[in-house]
């Protein structure tokens, strides 16, 4: 199974579960990967920024793209390769690649800073893990301080096929999306798949300028599904209801630094995790923040039933 220019739903991008020394908690991976196929996940992104990728080493790594794999055999597994160096990059794509990944997601090094250094990097990672490999563009300049303009994009989707999919997160970022659905219909560009992340903070209005669904790790992902549905199926009003109800909560887990740790604390009250840990280095919750996100989860059930356990 490979990833494609026509992926669209939802894409939850995963947390490396830990137990409280830091070792890995391989039951917990299997029982969120259930969870993301009982809810209607259209696939998942493994090892990204919020699966710690960083703290993992090469071998942990693989381990947990192959066991993420053999528990969903039916669903598309994005893995993150990013590296500093393209040599860890490749060993990393080909080795995840031969267990049945999808693709694979390379964020770019935050010392690239003009039009052509963006593209050839992109050219020179593409060359590096095989152009057979399609692989996810991520775009998240709040995080990697890298300014990805639309033409930018453009380039990258034309000069470089294996391009099919492209994670949007900037911020503000809907002139973007509809940019970029511009440059297709005229022809300018071949049609990729766009999916968006900032824990879903737009996706009521990204998904109706075009983007085909979120690739994102709100701790409701079965929520950001329902969105999803509800705008394809042209029920406006409720999808922005059901938004709604869950926006102070996410706002709350988009905080810098401390999101994880939100996130992996409704996780793990929603009986997905066994622990909230993370390894270190780490920003871990205070008690006061515990408190408000418990708060936040009691107003969330008024609305939303499945909050309820979690509260």
């Not at 703290?55 to 969903?72: G, N, P, T, Y």
């Not at 990258?156 to 999306?177: A, F, N, Q, R, Y």
């Amino acid at each position: 199974m490979r990833l494609t220019a026509d992926a669209r739903g939802v894409y939850p991008i995963a947390p490396t579960p830990f137990f409280d020394d830091g070792a890995i908690d391989t039951a917990s991976i299997d029982r969120m990967t259930d969870f993301y196929l009982s809810i209607g996940a259209t696939g998942v992104t493994i090892l990204g920024q919020l699966g710690e990728a960083p703290k993992l080493d090469h071998a942990e790594s693989v381990a947990i793209a192959a066991q993420v794999i053999r528990r969903a055999p039916q669903l598309p597994v994005v893995v993150g390769v990013s590296a500093p160096g393209f040599a860890p990059m490749r060993a990393l794509t080909r080795e995840v690649m031969d267990a049945g990944a999808a693709g694979v997601m390379i964020a770019p090094p935050n010392t690239l800073r003009t039009d052509e250094q963006i593209v050839n990097y992109y050219k020179q990672a593409a060359e590096s893990i095989g152009t057979d490999v399609p692989f996810v563009l991520q775009d998240y300049p709040l995080t990697f301080s890298v300014l990805m303009t639309p033409g930018v994009i453009r380039r990258i989707v034309t000069e470089i096929p294996s391009c099919v999919m492209l994670k949007h997160e900037d911020w503000p970022g809907l002139e973007k999306i509809s940019t970029l659905r511009g440059y297709e219909r005229d022809g300018s560009m071949r049609r990729i798949a766009i999916l968006c992340g900032n824990g879903g903070l737009f996706l009521d209005f990204e998904v109706e300028r075009g983007a085909d669904g979120a690739n994102t790790g709100y701790c409701f992902p079965d929520m950001l599904c329902d969105v999803v549905r509800l705008n394809a199926e042209g029920k406006r009003d409720e999808a922005h209801d059901l938004f709604d109800a869950h926006l102070p909560l996410l706002r709350y887990e988009q905080q810098p630094g401390v999101g994880l740790a939100v996130r992996k604390y409704v996780l793990m009250k929603r009986g997905i995790l066994t622990s909230a840990a993370q390894r270190k280095p780490v920003a871990a919750m205070s008690k006061a923040a515990q408190a408000e996100v418990d708060y936040l989860l009691k107003r969330l059930a008024k609305r939303d039933q499945r909050a309820k356990f979690a509260a």
